[in-house]
């Protein structure tokens, strides 16, 4: 659905977007992540053919971006950066429903995003498309997009919300300075550590019995290296000693940001 190579975009001294290769395939629910300012939102307005690339290649369904663009827009729906006006309408028209939605950011996330669904896409990109919204906007907005993919529609998403992310998406592309750092199944991504995380108010004497295996210990709970929690549980219900809570250990899709991006731009020391 969506693919680039190489894609690099200058804007003067400034380098945006880093020779990105990007991988959308059909059916997916992706999430593209990264700190402010690492270059989402110009990469999402490359692949719109709003902003020319300085070089790398750019195809969207199949076909060549921006040479092509006009075939490709109308099976694309697309919200960049808050709503857009409404192309068969005057502009007076536009600002007067912009007007009736009122100050609320949420509801013109509604309406921006209600355009991008009008003509049922095969494809959607959308940028940040929850900002403004209270938690059961949010919740509404993801429940909708899961709904529409599983309808057909390939879902793209970028945003800096990673609970939203989580929630939502099956694959994950993270971005930092530009550069495309990580890109996969976000299963793959949490898939466990080889650790299992155990809560016990014995947590003691379960560290003395595992002595060798245990990689951590805080207070009630403990990080044992082990690939098998029933196993474990098993060995420690035998001993003896009581298990609050088990199970193995998985990163957290913060974590796996962290791990992989360097220091946000709008951060200054």
């Known amino acids: 659905m969506i693919r680039t190579e190489a894609v690099t975009k200058r804007f003067g001294a400034v380098l945006a977007v880093d020779g990105i290769d990007l991988d959308v395939r059909e059916g997916d629910r992706y999430g593209l992540l990264g700190p402010n300012g690492s270059g989402k939102t ?6 719109l053919g709003l902003v020319f690339a300085t070089s790398g290649r750019i195809e969207v369904l199949g076909r060549p ?71 059961r906007g949010m919740r509404e907005i993801r429940d909708l997009l899961a709904e ?26 993270i971005v930092d300075r530009g550069k495309l750092v990580l890109q996969d199944e976000l299963a ?18 379960a560290a003395a019995l595992l002595d060798g295996r245990v990689e951590r210990h805080d207070g009630d709970r403990l990080t044992v290296r082990h690939t098998d929690s ?18 193995p250990e998985r990163r957290s899709l913060e974590q796996v940001v962290l791990d992989v991006t360097t220091t946000s731009s709008d951060r200054h020391d």
Do not use: W
């Open 65 to 135: 971006v921006p040479r092509r663009v006009k075939d490709v827009l109308p099976e694309v729906g697309a919200l960049v950066e808050g709503p857009a006006g409404y192309p068969h309408l005057s502009g007076r028209t536009n600002l007067r429903l912009f007007d009736t939605a009122g100050p609320s950011l949420g509801m013109r996330q509604r309406l921006g995003l209600a355009a991008a669904l009008l003509r049922t896409p095969k494809l959607l990109i959308l940028d940040e498309p929850t900002n403004g919204l209270d938690p």
């Open 230 to 247: 029933a196993e474990l549980n098993e060995l420690l219900v035998r001993e003896g000693l009581r298990v609050a809570e088990i199970g």
């Open 148 to 173: 529409l993919n599983a309808a057909g529609t390939t879902v793209f998403l970028s945003s800096h919300l990673l609970f939203e992310v989580e929630q939502l998406c099956t694959r994950v592309g």
């Open 42 to 47: 110009t990469l999402v307005r490359l692949l």
């Open 188 to 205: 793959t991504l949490q898939a466990p550590t080889g650790r299992v995380l155990v809560s016990s108010p014995d947590a003691g004497r």
